[in-house]
């Protein structure tokens, strides 16, 4: 699933785009360590987490995209880190469950 399929299956935004950025899988929660354990390459995280930490934590996990729900805006430090990163933000007014059910069809992201 592409960064746009994505932004138009949440009803979101792109933020920071990456081209050629593809998900295979997806992943739901809002502790980065969570993520850090159990997120695999080739996913997208969805969450509210709107900080310059998700971005680590997607460089070090494999992820390619981030979806933050809630319509929460995305900091000037976060959005340059990404771009830097090559990591794509999409922002939705959906909740994680809305936006997880949105995506369902990304099968699960496991290590």
Do not use: F, W
């Amino acid at each position: 699933m592409t960064t746009a399929e994505i932004a138009d299956k949440t009803g979101g935004a792109i933020a920071v785009d990456k081209p050629g950025a593809v998900v295979n899988y997806a992943y739901a929660s809002d502790l980065l360590s969570d993520v850090m354990g159990h997120c695999g390459d080739e996913s997208v995280l969805i969450t509210i987490q709107n900080h310059l930490n998700t971005i680590a934590v997607c460089t070090l996990a494999g992820i390619e995209v981030i979806v933050i729900c809630h319509g929460r805006p995305v900091p000037d430090d976060m959005a340059e880190a990404a771009r830097r990163e090559e990591v794509a933000i999409v922002t939705t007014p959906m909740s994680q469950y809305e936006a997880s059910l949105a995506l369902s069809e990304l099968p699960p992201s496991k290590k």
